[in-house]
């Protein structure tokens, strides 16, 4: 039911009534999902967004949001969650009793992917997840086309338009990894480090250094690149070819 590459993606479920939630969370679990955290507050679930954001490697991937909530109801939370950068574009999906059309027109404004009345199916649920996460990530190549090489990550091997082939190392080819999942996208140093080390604390000048060699291997001049360029001030994105 759910295709292999989509099993790993991070959902968070928000609903303040907790046997619901804990219920999705068991569906999502049954249906193969691997990582589903479950809060029942928005102010849980901002901080719990946040707490990932940072980190192109942790952060939530879906979110199933309940409408009607105590405080911060899900209309007002996924209204915060897209003025933050970082979540501006994850998928979110209404799971609510509030199915009125004004309601559903006014989800969907908010940049709602999908909107699931309650009660619901649980296959519905699973099928309709799938489907967003289907839409928004598609399966991941195991070949990156740049402007002067090919990268293939199941080899860790880079073939250069001059006809040479050279070899990533596993700190290499972790950070392009990371990169090549957000490309076209700004990755923060504090991001990489996080997702390649574990922490954000003491890496940046190994960052660097990885970054630089990196650009020896993939780009036709290092000194000049059009691959893996640098966000002044932020990080580095990640640009493929055409």
């Not at 292999?4 to 303040?16: C, M, P, Q, S």
């Not at 809060?39 to 990932?52: K, N, T």
């Amino acid at each position: 039911m759910v295709d292999e590459h989509l099993r790993g993606k991070r959902i968070l479920v928000v609903d303040d009534e907790r046997e619901l939630a804990d219920m999705v969370a068991a569906i999502l679990h049954g249906a193969g999902f691997a990582c589903v955290d479950v809060v029942h507050a928005g102010a849980e679930a901002l901080a719990a967004i946040d707490s990932r954001a940072a980190s192109p490697e942790r952060a939530y991937q879906l979110l199933v949001l309940d409408v009607m909530m105590p405080g911060m109801d899900g209309f007002d939370l996924l209204a915060r969650v897209r003025e933050r950068p970082a979540c501006a574009r994850v998928p979110a999906v209404f799971l609510t009793a509030k199915d009125e059309p004004f309601d559903r027109v006014s989800g969907l404004a908010l940049g709602a992917d999908d909107y699931l009345a309650k009660p619901f199916l649980p296959q519905e649920l699973v099928l309709r997840i799938a489907a967003v996460l289907r839409r928004c990530y598609a399966e991941e190549s195991p070949t990156l086309e740049l402007d002067a090489c090919r990268v293939n990550f199941a080899t860790a091997e880079v073939e250069r338009a001059d006809g040479e082939t050279v070899l990533l190392t596993a700190k290499e080819h972790e950070i392009l990894s990371v990169l090549a999942r957000n490309a076209g996208r700004i990755v923060t140093i504090d991001a990489l480090c996080e997702a390649c080390w574990g922490t954000s604390f003491g890496y940046e000048n190994s960052l660097m250094a990885h970054i630089r060699r990196l650009r020896e291997k993939i780009e036709a001049n290092p000194s000049k690149p059009a691959s893996l360029v640098t966000a002044r001030g932020l990080g580095y994105k990640l640009v493929k070819r055409g």
